[in-house]
Nanobody, 123 residues
Framework: VQLQASGGGLVQAGGSLRLSCAAS????????MGWFRQAPGKEREFVAA????????DYSDSVKGRFTISRDNAKSTVYLQMNSLKPEDMAIYYC?????????????????WGQGTLVTVSS
């Protein structure tokens, strides 16, 4: 499956952005999806994940209550709505896919990755 992330950009602290990740090539509805991020000099970290049905989600503690992951299987797209952005949210955001039902929080378990989209948060 090929993944194309988009929606990153520059936003002021407290603002919002919505990231999108469009998938192609396989049956999207049979893939659990995740969002990860990597800031300069830091390791890639888990942000959010969603089951293939969209019924189950998981979030890192650092974004819980501010970010929402969702998916539209008819459009083969997963979204990450980011509200109340903080300077520490600034990173390259990656989407990932694995052919499994439930959401996964560990990066090495994902089989496919998008190219990343940069989110910059000014203070």
């Amino acid at each position: 499956v090929q993944l194309q992330a988009s929606g990153g950009g520059l936003v002021q602290a407290g603002g919002s952005l919505r990231l999108s990740c469009a998938a192609s090539g396989r049956t999207f509805s049979r893939y659990a999806m995740g969002w990860f991020r990597q800031a300069p000099g830091k390791e890639r970290e888990f942000v959010a994940a969603i089951s293939w049905s969209g019924c189950t989600t998981d979030y890192s503690d650092s974004v819980k209550g501010r970010f929402t992951i969702s998916r539209d299987n008819a459009k083969s797209t997963v979204y990450l709505q980011m509200n109340s952005l903080k300077p520490e949210d600034m990173a390259i955001y990656y989407c990932a896919a694995r052919s499994t039902r439930m959401p996964i929080t560990t990066a090495h378990e994902y089989d496919y990755w998008g190219q990343g989209t940069l989110v910059t948060v000014s203070s």
